[in-house]
Every structure is written in structure tokens, then in C-alpha cells.
């Protein structure tokens, strides 16, 4: 069966991941996308959000905090944000993280126009939370 290299990096790790893949499952801003070997050249925006990488029978996921993937026939590369492998995730930070999050945007709510609040910023530490937490299997209701 045909495969794709899949890269992925963030400027914080560096590359954190790279290997041959029979797929990856990524959310943009375009939605949800199925990438397979010999894909159209495509250049998307990724939203904060577990990728979803298909090896054989087996399916692990990476965190990552947002970034650009572009895609060739041959070679998937993701320029993230932030990426973590479930490994490097710190559950307590993580659900810490979330939890501060949404107190910001509760405040900002209460607010409004007064806050000192950056609402854009808020929902995207709570995204890339929600994301951590995705990826270590902890519901995120």
C-alpha cells in the first residue's frame, strides 16, 4: 500500500514528529480533511485540534495548537503553533489551562466592553486545552 511522509513541527519542539503514514485526518479552517498518498497540492489553515494519523491498523493522535499544513503528492507538512505528542502532555496543566480559560471568557461575558479581557486569546488557550486534553482521551464536555 502507498504511503505519505507526514512532518510535522512547531517552533517550540522543532520537529516532533516525521514518518511514513497511510493517512492523517486534520481539522482546518475549511473543515474536516482526509489527506492520502498522491493528494491534490493543497494549503490550508489548521485549527487547534488533535490530528488523527493512520498507520496500518493502528491510529495515534498529535495536539496541535493551530498553524498551516501544506500538502504535496508525496509529503504532508504541518507547521504548528504548538504540537504535543500524548506523551508530552501534562494533564493537570492542561485541565488548568482549560479551567482558566473559561473563567476569562466567563468574565469577558459579564464585562463586556470594560474588560480588560482578551476574548480572542481566551478561546484559543481554551481550544488548545481542549485539544491536550482530546489527545489523553479525558472528556471534554
Request: some cysteine.
Amino acid at each position: 500500500m502507498a504511503t505519505i511522509r507526514l512532518e510535522v513541527v512547531s517552533p517550540d519542539c522543532g520537529e516532533i514528529f516525521a514518518k511514513d503514514i497511510d493517512m492523517l485526518i486534520v481539522r482546518s479552517t475549511a473543515g474536516e480533511l482526509g489527506i492520502l498518498p498522491r493528494h491534490a497540492r493543497l494549503l490550508t489553515e489548521l485549527l487547534p485540534y488533535p490530528i488523527r494519523i493512520k498507520e496500518g491498523a493502528s491510529e495515534s493522535l498529535v495536539a496541535v495548537g493551530g498553524g498551516f499544513m501544506e500538502v504535496t503528492p508525496e509529503l504532508i507538512t504541518i507547521l504548528a503553533d504548538s504540537a504535543e505528542l500524548p506523551e508530552m502532555i501534562d494533564v493537570d496543566r492542561a485541565q488548568a489551562s482549560r479551567k482558566r480559560a473559561e473563567e476569562r471568557i466567563a468574565q469577558y461575558k459579564q464585562a463586556q466592553k470594560d474588560s480588560l479581557i482578551d476574548i480572542h486569546r481566551a478561546e484559543a488557550a481554551l481550544a488548545r486545552a481542549k485539544a491536550r486534553l482530546l489527545v489523553k482521551n479525558i472528556p471534554i464536555n
